[in-house]
Nanobody, 115 residues
Framework: QVQLVESGGGLVQSGGSLRLSCAASGIGISIYDMAWYRQAPGGQRELVAAITPLSSTNYADSVKGRFTISRDNAKNTVYLQMNSLKPEDTAVYYC?????????WGQGTQVTVSS
C-alpha cells in the first residue's frame, strides 16, 4: 500500500518560514517525479514546485525565489522549504508522486500565514 504522509504545516506570521516534509512508503521515490501542490479555500489545486528523479526543479512564478523543493532518496522523503511566507500562501499543501501510469497523493497539510 502506497502512502505519502505530509508534515510540517502550521500557523506562521507573514515573513516567516516553514519546512514541509513528505515521507513515502510502499514506493521508492527515486524513480518518481515528485511535486507539491496547494489548494486555497474556494480555489483550484495548483502546482507549487516539482523535482525530477535527476533533481531538476520547476516552480510556480508566485513562489520563485522563496520556496525550495528538494529530495532525499535515501530517506524516501521530499521537502519544501518555504521562506518569506505571505498570507496568499495560505492553503492545504499536497505531496504528489508520479510516473507513467502511476500517480499518488498525500492527504495534505494545512499552512496558514497570518498578516
Amino acid at each position: 500500500q502506497v502512502q505519502l504522509v505530509e508534515s510540517g504545516g502550521g500557523l506562521v506570521q507573514s515573513g516567516g518560514s516553514l519546512r514541509l516534509s513528505c515521507a513515502a512508503s510502499g514506493i521508492g521515490i527515486s524513480i518518481y517525479d515528485m511535486a507539491w501542490y496547494r489548494q486555497a479555500p474556494g480555489g483550484q489545486r495548483e502546482l507549487v514546485a516539482a523535482i525530477t528523479p535527476l533533481s531538476s526543479t520547476n516552480y510556480a512564478d508566485s513562489v520563485k525565489g522563496r520556496f525550495t523543493i528538494s529530495r532525499d532518496n535515501a530517506k524516501n522523503t521530499v521537502y519544501l522549504q518555504m521562506n518569506s511566507l505571505k498570507p496568499e500562501d495560505t492553503a492545504v499543501y499536497y505531496c504528489n508522486a508520479g510516473r507513467p501510469q502511476y500517480m499518488y497523493w498525500g492527504q495534505g497539510t494545512q499552512v496558514t500565514v497570518s498578516s
